[in-house]
């Protein structure tokens, strides 16, 4: 049977910390699809996500075992349409540990067939979120080591 993992998250913007976790987890993995989560009606985004998913695509170009897509759906409905076992989430500190812990309980009360997978950030990447990126963007700062893409 195929190992299809998703890796949902807001990418907003995606980060070379986000990457670390897509490119050790294609290890394990036949497939992995970076899930965006978006709802355009009601979108307060920083970064086009259009533009992230292009971004995205880059990145990963010489892969063809790593795909992008967005949705607006629950995310266990999400992995069950697309026939993916697999959830995949970075874990840099406990404050994620409390926050993943449920949200892993939930889906798989969900979904059964739904194994949440955790990678441990790489130290070097632990202190990188999209939320400082935003924030040093949003002031001018460069954010161009912190991301494996090049902003427009
Ligand atoms: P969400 O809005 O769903 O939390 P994010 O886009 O912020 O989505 O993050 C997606 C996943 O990537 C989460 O599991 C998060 O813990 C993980 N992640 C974010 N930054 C890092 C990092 N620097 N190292 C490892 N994992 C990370």
Redesign the pocket.
Known sequence: MKRTAIF?????PF?R??E??VLRGIKMFDEIIICI?HNAAKSNRYFDVDMMVKKIEQTFSTHNNISVMVYNELTADLAKRLNANFLL????NTT?FEY?NSISQVNRHLYNDLETVFLI??PH??P???SIIRDVHRFGGDVSDLIPYKLP
Do not use: C, K, N, W
Request: charged share 25%; no cysteine.
């Open positions: 949902p998250g807001s990418f907003d980060t910390g986000h670390d976790i989560g989430r970075g874990l840099r994620d993943e950030t790489s990447l632990a990188i979120s999209s």
